[in-house]
């Protein structure tokens, strides 16, 4: 598989050889389906909680008399029946909402997201990613030179300068590639790929 290497000013200079196990497979919707939503699903933290019928905030008073009034009798407030009232089965912060991938599954998901990023010309190459200081001014000119506004970097070496600089771009992802996930993959419109960093997807996904 060749993809494109572009040069400072975001233009295509020439091609780099990339496995194509990692970034030539043949695109499998239902499983990046399945990726992606397990993802997000394992990202969530479970921390909401109704309340039952004993936990709400309500006077024990009795909304009104029992016989002549033509309505249902009611107790109290507290009840399922009634607005503000408790919840039957109240959804409790223990919750698991996790989703099991196996990582079979998982490398096979995110080359098939990759490939698919390629053929669309939203995944290309740069020789490396680097900023003089740790200024968001120097990283945000460099992108709008390459002509992007809405970029994920996968990057071999990150080093101080590059993580600060990047880390208050609000259209900008710079990651090692052991923290590429597959949602980033997809939301980014553009896809950039150090030449260090493809060996290392290449061994994490091929």
């Not at 503000?84 to 223990?94: E, L, Q, V, W, Y």
């Not at 698991?96 to 196996?102: A, C, L, R």
């Not at 997201?113 to 053929?119: D, T």
Request: charged share 25%; net charge positive; hydrophobic share 40%.
């Amino acid at each position: 598989m060749q993809l494109e290497l572009l040069n400072e000013q975001g233009q295509a200079t020439s091609s780099v050889d990339a496995p194509d196990t990692v970034f030539a497979r043949e695109y499998n919707e239902a499983l990046v389906h399945q990726v992606v939503v397990a993802f997000q699903a394992n990202a969530r933290q479970g921390t909401r909680a109704q309340l039952d019928r004993g936990e709400v905030k309500h006077s024990t008073k009795k909304p009104f008399r029992q016989k002549g009034t033509g309505r249902a009798r009611a107790g109290m407030t507290s009840s399922p029946l009634w607005r503000g009232g408790g919840r039957i089965f109240p959804n409790r912060p223990d919750e698991n909402f996790s989703h099991k991938v196996n990582k079979k599954m998982y490398r096979a998901g995110m080359a098939s997201i990759l490939s698919q990023l390629a053929r669309d010309g939203r995944l290309a190459v740069v020789e490396s990613l680097s900023v003089d200081a740790p200024k968001t001014k120097l990283l945000a000119q460099k992108f709008k030179a390459m002509g992007l506004n809405s970029v994920m970097v996968i990057a071999d070496q990150i080093d101080d300068n590059l993580a600060l600089a990047s880390r208050n771009l609000a259209n900008v992802l710079v990651v090692e590639p052991r923290y590429a996930d597959p949602l980033s993959l997809v939301f980014y419109k553009k896809v950039l790929v150090t030449k260090g960093a493809i060996e290392q997807l290449k061994e994490m996904f091929a």
